[in-house]
């Protein structure tokens, strides 16, 4: 499975007002389907992690930081790959969504005006009263993150997010030692 409606997908060109409409109303019927799907992958690194119970990691995301810390500073993935961490970009897409709905609040949300950059593609938004319509891109964020060298900072990464929905930056690590 890849990350539904990457910039990697191309729209209908030209997005005509029929084919805007066309293809928001097919994702709309998928943003619940991407919404569970998103839980399940926090649950399988729950698994691929041990937790017991899995459903722990999805229920408190900090708990698994220090785990998912680890692997992302390192330079290849690929081990981790081998032994089911595949594809890890939606994993981490996953987790840190989790991380912020846990953190922050809100849900995952789809892009629905034809003018946006990111129409018709799954963001995290509905974490913000003041500002509803405000959206966070977190495949983007994190896709981005993948391509640092060795020794990225997952902290970071979730403290971006944090500023991009406008909440106090500060991540909390509740990871058992």
Known sequence: ???PFDP??????????DAATRVRDERRELLPTWAEASRELVVHLGQLSRWNPPEILLEHPSHG???MSTICASE????F????????????TAYCAEYMFSDVGGEWVLDEDPE???????LMGEHDA??????????AAVTTFLNEPKGRDLKKLLESLQDAM????GVHDTSYP
């Open 65 to 67: 930081l220090t785990h």
């Open 76 to 79: 290849d993935l690929t081990p």
């Open 116 to 122: 946006s950059p990111t129409f018709a593609r799954f």
């Open 166 to 169: 406008g909440a106090p930056a």
């Open 8 to 17: 990697e997908q191309p729209l209908p060109d030209p997005l005509t007002p």
């Open 1 to 3: 499975m890849a990350y």
């Open 130 to 139: 003041a500002h509803p319509n405000a959206t966070v891109d977190v495949y």
């Open 81 to 92: 790959e081998m032994i089911g961490y595949k594809p890890f970009d939606l994993l981490l």
